[in-house]
């Protein structure tokens, strides 16, 4: 998908574009974000005078109508992360990992990149990530985003409606990595700025495979 060549040797964590982005995408398409598209009269009662009454499906509003600004967050799964819990090695973590539009490599040095994909341009979140134990567990923190073109170009971070709506991640947001299964790992978001529609594990797929994830691993991450 035409990632940049310095983002194929970083590692990548993960990132989604959840299923309310798809929503958006839709309405973007029929104009519904812009106002430039024929309005259509929504499905609900319609007065004598033609006009929708106030009865009408209130599902049919404009999701691009404004920008999110609900910052989530949860208490960390496993508890704080304590100094004298951390484990320098990431193990078993370091890797490619996948789920559907979305890609994750981590490296033994603590480095990461998490790369989701639109049609119009690949979002890169460089992270940090720190291995704890008891429960056994990974740390991933957003410490800077970058946005690029198809072919690789660096691009300014999008402003229409529809992407403002949904949410894009900023320096700290973060979350827990933890396996639930062999190469299968489940992430818990702590802070996010996306519509929390869009949040992992309440509308997004928390779910990322490994190369030996197992045929119902695998059906979970597609």
Same mark, same amino acid.
């Given at each position: ?16 574009? =959840? ?88 490296? =033994? ?21 720190? =291995?704890?134990?008891?429960?056994? =567990? ?85």
């Amino acid at each position: 998908m035409g990632r940049p060549a310095h983002m194929i040797a970083v590692s990548v964590v993960g990132v989604k574009r =959840r299923s309310l982005a798809a929503v958006l995408a839709v309405v973007s398409l029929t104009g519904g974000c812009h106002g430039n598209a024929t309005a259509k009269s929504p499905s609900g009662p319609v007065s004598s005078t033609g006009t929708p009454s106030q009865s009408a499906d209130p599902d049919l509003a404009d999701p691009c109508a404004s920008p999110n600004t609900t910052v989530t967050r949860n208490k960390p799964f496993g508890g704080p992360q304590v100094p004298q819990a951390r484990v320098r090695d990431l193990g078993p973590y370091v890797g490619q990992w996948n789920v559907h539009g979305e890609v994750m490599e981590i490296h =033994r040095d603590g480095t990461g990149v998490v790369s989701s994909f639109t049609p119009e341009y690949s979002e890169n979140d460089i992270v940090r990530l720190t =291995r704890y134990r008891s429960p056994d =567990r990974l740390l991933m923190q957003v410490v800077r985003v970058e946005f690029t073109t198809p072919d690789g170009a660096p691009r300014p971070r999008p402003t229409d409606a529809c992407t403002l709506a949904a949410g894009l991640p900023v320096i700290g947001d973060s979350s827990i990595l933890h396996f639930v299964g062999r190469d299968f790992l489940y992430e818990s978001v702590t802070t996010s700025h996306l519509n929390p529609h869009d949040i992992k594990g309440n509308g997004g797929n928390p779910y990322w495979c490994g190369e030996k994830a197992g045929r119902a691993a695998l059906e979970q991450c597609n």
